[in-house]
């Protein structure tokens, strides 16, 4: 069955770095659009970032631009974000997501990222 798994998340000070992975399994990877959301206590999950089955393209949201980067390795059936300059309002439960080619959307349990002093 599909799987989405994410790791990477943790602690960390304003100011620091985390890279999130999330690997896939179940369904053929290299032909599924990948998103990242995040979803903070109290908050309804917004979308964070996307990016193109090629990873040749990629759109953020406003508040990450500049700060965050998605990336996929097709070979690994793993995409990653890659979160600088981390800031307190960054704290949040983040997903992956797929969406395949035959319209099915999945989603990851989620890892905690907290960002304070």
């Known amino acids: 069955q599909v799987q989405l798994v994410e790791s990477g998340g943790g602690l960390v000070e304003p100011g620091g770095s985390l890279r999130l992975s999330c690997k896939g399994s179940?369904?053929?990877?290299?032909?599924?659009?990948m998103r990242w959301y995040r979803q903070a206590p109290g908050k309804e999950r917004e979308l964070v970032a996307s990016?193109?089955?090629?990873?040749?393209?990629?759109t953020y949201q406003e508040f990450v631009k500049g700060r965050f980067t998605i990336s996929r390795d097709n070979a690994k059936s793993v995409v990653y974000l890659q979160m600088n300059s981390l800031k307190p309002e960054d704290t949040a439960v983040y997903y992956c997501?797929?969406?395949?080619?035959?319209?099915?959307?999945?989603w990851g349990q989620g890892t905690q990222v907290t960002v304070s002093s």
């Open positions: 179940g369904f053929v990877f290299g032909a599924a659009f």
């Open positions: 990016i193109t089955i090629s990873g040749m393209s990629t």
């Open positions: 997501s797929a969406v395949l080619s035959n319209g099915g959307y999945y």
